[in-house]
């Protein structure tokens, strides 16, 4: 039997949205770290996603099944799991990587998890969902840009940035670890070459005209997250600290009126761009909205280079980022 993905046996978290002809046959998602939770009941389960426009190399996704192991799978037209008994079961996918320079804004999406439905026996239950969300705001770091960059090395520039959907890992961010450890679901918007100042790879607007969107013309549905981690200024390097501090403040205004009751912190860059200008801007906002928007300083963390921390630094960046919230309350 098919169940198309808005039946009540699906879940979806994060940035989605209803996507493809006429917006009836799919929910998509181009934010890695997104997550489906289907319900259903037999031995097995057959996911069909829309892979319309998807290209070389397709974008790659975790996949659990109740409560065993995580496995990585390409995003194919049709995936299968098998369980080892019959029953009901849940199944966890969460959008892992994808190449960031493809387009995942405006139509046509590629760079995209798009799910039809799914063919099993029957459907189940969900469990009931989560109450309390951490969403953090960032660019290729938060959306996990080459946290196993030593896995698959290639010279050769054209070649390595297809092995990019293997190096890449939302799910092994410091958001996504931070967010777990606390007790909070992950909500993870990044976007590699995306800033305050600029947009991103694959079309991706500038930060603040991006935040309001699953992607062009989808506004976000998600529930209000309690707190938001903002983590933006490794992009923004090119451009004035004066361009970027307005900037920064159009986006605070931004997520602000989206979620009025949201604990706001600001994150400076782990590669030590304008911190202390960040934070005085931040106490000036804060007098000026009469609002108490925080700020962590993350100077001296981790190192400057590389860039995209691999998988141990992030824990590093993880452990002090859970000190630093615990501190504030969260």
């Known amino acids: 039997m098919f169940f198309k993905y808005d039946h009540p046996s699906v879940r979806t978290i994060g940035r989605w949205g209803r996507h493809g002809w006429l917006c009836e046959n799919s929910i998509a998602t181009t934010a890695c770290g997104a997550k489906l939770e289907i319900a259903f009941t037999g031995e097995m389960i057959t996911l069909q996603f829309d892979t319309l426009y998807s290209a070389h190399p397709y974008p790659h996704m975790w996949i659990r099944l109740d409560d065993g192991v995580w496995t990585e799978s390409t995003v194919e037209k049709f995936v299968r799991v098998r369980a080892n008994t019959d029953g009901e079961h849940l199944l966890t996918v969460v959008y892992k990587s994808a190449l960031e320079q493809q387009h ?4 046509q999406l590629v760079g995209k998890l798009a799910l039809m439905g799914y063919e099993a026996d029957g459907a189940g239950t969900l469990p009931p969902a989560p109450t309390r969300y951490l969403e953090f705001v960032g660019d290729s770091i938060t959306e996990g840009v080459e946290v196993d960059y030593d896995a698959c090395v290639v010279h050769d520039y054209d070649v390595w940035q297809y092995n990019r959907p293997t190096q890449d890992d939302a799910m092994g961010t410091y ?3 931070t967010a777990q450890a606390l007790g909070y679901e992950p909500l993870i918007m990044g976007y590699g070459a ?6 991103g790879c694959g079309g991706v607007p500038k ?11 989808v506004p976000i549905d998600y529930p ?9 200024g490794a992009n923004d390097r090119i451009l ?3 361009v970027y501090l307005k900037e920064y403040r159009r986006l605070l205004d931004v997520i602000r009126e989206i979620h009025p009751k ?5 994150l400076s860059a782990f590669c030590g761009v304008w911190p202390s200008e960040l934070k005085e801007m931040i106490q000036d906002y804060n007098r000026e909205h009469g609002c108490e928007v925080g700020f962590i300083d993350s100077t001296g963390w981790i190192p400057a280079e590389p860039l995209h921390p691999d998988r141990n630094g992030h824990r590093i960046v993880a452990e002090h980022l859970i000190e630093e919230l615990k501190k504030m309350g969260c």
């Open 224 to 232: 209000a997250p309690e707190i938001i981690v903002i983590n933006h």
């Open 194 to 199: 995306c800033g305050v100042t600029r947009m």
């Open 240 to 242: 004035t600290v004066d």
């Open 262 to 266: 949201a604990n706001v912190i600001s």
């Open 207 to 217: 930060a603040a005209d991006a935040y309001p969107f699953s992607f062009a013309g």
């Open 175 to 177: 958001a996504y670890l």
């Open 104 to 107: 995942r804004w405006n139509p």
